[in-house]
């Protein structure tokens, strides 16, 4: 496609349920991010993945969050057993190694009742 | 770790004003990126400033980096509603690191 791609846009779930979202990068593009933005408030880090490189988790906030990358294209972050402060938007992101800046995708909004 | 930091939060200027927004980062970041955010919305790239003295301009938005100041500026010249978003700038070392972003608001 064109651009990052995320799925779903929007996800409702209850507390203690297990999440699981999609990324689709920019074909090529080698790096991928997640970040998550809560209502009002700016980005936070969760990982990190340049290519074959081991993943930079250092802004996961537990190990209820998790996140793979297949094949070096699409990425799935999966949180489990929800809380409520989970919720937030959730952005993924992409850039390649000739390009500089990281290209968004619209979000997945988590909400978790 | 690469501290950015933005300023102002907030900002509500007249149409047909100018004004400045400031990003301070704490060490050697490759380049300095401009982010445009509207409500509801991802965010949207504005700007990639890859040196020192670089100036990138696009209609009423200018965008400079001083590495030495470890300062860059995004000037807003002759604000019009269009304009009110929140900016976020960042920083990459490895992962982006991202201001607390601006919000503006232009008031007709």
């Known amino acids: 496609g064109a651009g990052v791609s995320q799925s779903p846009s929007n996800k409702v779930t209850e507390k203690g349920k297990d999440v699981e979202l999609r990324c689709d990068p920019i074909?090529?593009?080698?790096?991928l991010y997640w970040y998550r933005q809560s209502l009002g408030q700016g980005l936070e880090f969760l990982i990190y993945?340049?290519?074959?490189?081991?993943?930079?988790k250092s802004g996961l906030p537990s190990d209820r969050f998790s996140a793979e990358r297949t094949g070096g294209s699409v990425s799935t972050l999966t949180i489990q057993r929800t809380q409520q402060e989970d919720s937030a938007v959730y952005l993924c992101?992409?850039?390649?190694?000739?390009?500089?800046?990281?290209?968004f995708g619209q979000g997945t909004r988590l909400t978790v009742v | 770790e690469l501290k950015v930091e933005q300023n102002p939060l907030f900002l509500s200027m007249q149409e047909g004003k100018n004004y400045t927004i400031y990003c301070n980062y704490s060490?050697?970041?490759?380049?300095l990126y401009w982010y445009r955010q509207d409500p509801g919305k991802s965010l949207e790239s504005l700007f990639v400033?890859?040196?020192?003295?670089a100036v990138k301009q696009e209609g009423r938005l200018m965008a400079s980096l001083d590495t030495k100041a470890r300062l860059s500026t995004l000037h807003i010249t002759a604000a019009v509603h269009d304009l009110s978003a929140t900016y976020f700038c960042?920083?990459?070392?490895?992962?982006?690191?991202f201001g607390t972003g601006t919000s503006l608001t232009v008031i007709p």
């Open positions: 992101a992409s850039s390649s190694r000739t390009e500089y800046e990281a290209f």
């Open positions: 074909s090529g593009h080698t790096a």
């Open positions: 993945f340049q290519g074959n490189s081991a993943p930079d």
């Open positions: 060490t050697t970041s490759d380049r």
């Open positions: 400033l890859l040196s020192n003295g």
């Open positions: 960042a920083g990459r070392v490895g992962q982006f690191y």
